[in-house]
């Protein structure tokens, strides 16, 4: 591994740690060298691994999210990764649906990010990596909500990225097609899973944007597909 995908003795914190996707991003930076906070609203039993830290915290919450990470001291890579899926509601009548897709989608990370930027800045630089999604790069039939939060998470991303790559600080976002999860295959079970993206392979990209090899893209919407 060169040195500059190396994340050695930097400390990586990952939101939605206790998902799918959250672990996997947790394993890679671990393997990576990283120190690594895992921040969720509530961790499965288990022991933790050897550099590994957690951290319970509502993160739909402005307030305890910013008291959450004043515990953290210094760190250099935030990867927003809490999140979430649904569908099935109108985008004319979407209901509760619409503020719960932005409640776990575009809430969760304006909070970690507000509350990490500072940090970053003080630091004289950093990395943040958000979720998109290749499907929300247009609207679709029943995932309007959905859609509509996921655009927000990538119009931010751009937005953080004019703002902040002047301090040395880059935000880009990568865009997943479907992840080969336990709910995914649960809620398709005629699917052919092979052609969907693996946690882990979605993680080896999540952290190439978070190490140093990508310190000068800036506002990069990456979709990763696989074979979907």
């Known amino acids: 591994m060169s040195n500059l995908h190396s994340l050695e003795n930097l400390t990586v914190v990952v939101t939605g740690a206790n998902g799918a996707l959250g672990k996997a991003v947790v394993a890679a930076a671990l393997a990576r060298g990283a120190q690594v906070v895992g921040v969720d609203l509530r961790f499965d039993a288990g022991a933790t691994a050897a550099g590994e830290r957690r951290l319970e915290c509502d993160l739909t919450a402005a307030g305890a999210t910013q008291t959450a990470f004043a515990t953290l001291g210094e760190f250099a890579v935030l990867c927003n990764v809490a999140g979430g899926f649904a569908m099935g509601e109108p985008a004319y009548d979407a209901g509760e649906n619409w503020d719960a897709m932005f409640r776990i989608n575009v809430e969760t990370m304006r909070n970690a990010t507000r509350a990490a930027v500072p940090v970053f800045r003080q630091r004289g630089g950093g990395s943040i990596v958000n979720i998109g999604a290749i499907s929300a790069r247009e609207g679709q ?66 952290l190439f944007l978070a190490s140093p090899a990508a310190r000068d893209i800036h506002g990069a919407l990456l979709p990763v597909s696989g074979r979907s």
Do not use: Q
Request: aromatic residues 4%.
């Open 141 to 206: 039939a029943s995932m309007g909500a959905y859609c509509a939060a996921k655009s927000t998470v990538m119009r931010l991303t751009e937005s953080l990225a004019k703002e902040l790559r002047k301090h040395s600080i880059n935000v880009n976002a990568v865009l997943p097609s479907i992840i080969d999860t336990p709910r995914n295959r649960a809620d398709m079970p005629d699917a052919d899973y092979s052609r969907w993206v693996t946690p882990a392979s979605l993680a080896e990209v999540i």
